[in-house]
């Protein structure tokens, strides 16, 4: 089988790859493409890869394309990871909204639609062309904003995109540790959006363990969750909320760490990745990646006081597992229970049916299937509404150039607090971003 990586310059391809060197069944991945814009980012990854399968017999090929047609046809999976305007965009994102005194982060608030506005038309064109030359492709996307992304993207192929993260993943593996219980045996009751959920329950041999962490001071406190959130929020809300939430319980904290840090999150980043793209090697990267991670979320745990990151939490979430679980389940049919990013059908009544949200789902030859949950509270009731009418106004804007639809996302997101500052921050952003400057003229 032959699958194609779209952002396959992007610095954890080597994770995706190193995921399929494990892989020895019947029906594997024998072939990959990488697909990028930026040659000399195509070649440094190559390189890496190319060390990481010497002497592993029969590891798959690897090409190398910029040329998108060619990279799509008769593939049968497709890994789409790209980031319109790398990470220079990124670090525009963050600067120009921590500029208006609220967030500045890729996938939440004001930098999310941001990202979305610009990301939302290219990923809607690859799905076109996804269309048109591999039709019986199956997409996984981990393309930010991850949620918002595989929905535009599923009114080109329909449930034939499915979305994945790696959160729901290391927060499962977390409590799971916490409870003393092995993270590959438990069943999790999670639903939200992407970079927005809820852990409602833990079962362990078929008994939700959740309420005995909850009472349990000291496993909380064990608990990256535990310590960014504080025992007794987490015992308020009678959940363990996704990481990314952060922002929304903290966001005033967060807001003042992330302005009076040297540099961007992006900009970190950017700088850091430099250092590897100038002279690729395996060392150089296992290096960059445990550095990456070790330094995930430092402003929220700064601004919580929840000190250094501990090193299972700097543990790789995970996420080219999931991707590889998606492949297994659907080219051979082996059935897996997994967290993903999947259009809503019925599974929670407050969103209609094409909104994409992130539950557990049975995959098995036919896709992904969401498995009936409870309803939300409605404390995430109200959270999850809001964001999901901010992800349609990123759509509309995206594909009509509306600047009174793109106004309205920034205005409407619950991180933003006045219709002003929304402007403002549209200004910001076409003014940066190119891409954007036709969101000034309707």
């Given amino acids: 089988m032959r699958l194609t990586i779209l952002g396959g310059g992007g610095f954890r ?11 020895r069944e019947e029906g594997r991945i024998t072939r990959v493409t990488l697909h990028d814009l930026d040659g000399s980012r195509l070649r440094a990854v190559a390189a890496v890869l190319a060390e990481q399968s010497a002497g592993v017999p029969d590891a798959p090929a690897v090409a190398v394309t910029t040329d998108l047609d060619e990279a799509l046809r008769g593939t049968d999976f497709v890994f789409s990871a790209i980031r319109v305007g790398g990470l220079e965009g990124r670090a525009a994102d963050e600067r120009v909204a921590l500029a208006e005194g ?94 927005l959920g809820w852990l409602r329950g833990l079962r362990v041999a078929g008994r939700d363990e959740l309420p005995r962490l909850l009472d349990d001071s000291e496993a909380l406190g064990s608990l990256e969750e535990g310590r960014l959130f504080g025992a007794e929020w987490l015992r308020s809300l009678g959940a363990i909320p996704n990481e990314y939430l952060h922002y929304y319980y903290f966001n005033r904290e967060t807001v003042r760490a992330y302005r009076q840090a040297e540099r961007t999150r992006g900009a970190y980043l950017r700088d850091q990745q430099a250092g590897f793209y100038a002279e690729p090697s395996l060392r150089r990267w296992e290096s960059a990646l445990a550095e990456r991670e070790a330094t995930y979320m430092a402003g929220n745990r700064e601004a919580s006081g929840a000190g250094e990151r501990a090193d299972g939490d700097a543990e790789s979430g995970g996420y080219e597992q999931v991707a590889l679980a998606v492949m297994r389940a659907v080219a051979r049919d082996e059935r897996a229970t997994l967290i993903l990013n999947v259009r809503n059908r019925t599974t929670l009544s407050v969103l209609d049916a094409d909104a994409v949200i992130e539950v557990p789902c049975l995959v098995d030859a036919d896709g992904a299937h969401p498995y009936a949950v409870d309803p939300l509270p409605g ?57 954007l400057a036709h969101l000034n003229r309707k």
Avoid at 180 to 192: E, I, K
Avoid at 382 to 403: I, W
Wanted: net charge neutral; charged share 20%.
């Fill in 13 to 23: 391809v080597p994770l995706v790859y190193g995921a399929l060197l494990g892989d």
């Fill in 102 to 195: 609220v967030l500045g982060q890729e996938t939440v608030g004001a930098g999310g639609i941001a990202f979305g506005l610009r990301t939302v038309p290219v990923a809607t064109d690859i799905a076109r062309r996804i269309a048109a030359l591999a039709p019986d492709a199956w997409v996984i996307n981990f393309t930010n904003p991850a949620g918002l992304v595989t929905e535009a993207m599923s009114r080109v192929l329909g449930d034939r995109v499915i979305g994945i993260c790696d959160s729901p993943v290391g927060l499962g593996r977390r409590v799971a540790r916490a409870l003393g219980a092995d993270p590959g045996r438990v069943g999790m009751d999670y639903v939200g959006l992407n970079h």
């Fill in 379 to 435: 404390h995430a009731t109200g959270l999850v509404t809001a964001v999901k009418a901010v992800e349609r106004e990123v759509m509309t804007a995206a594909e009509s150039g509306s600047r009174s639809a793109a106004v309205r996302a920034f205005a409407l997101h619950p991180l933003v607090d006045s219709v002003t500052v929304a402007r403002r921050l549209l200004d910001g952003y076409t003014a940066v971003h190119p891409g």
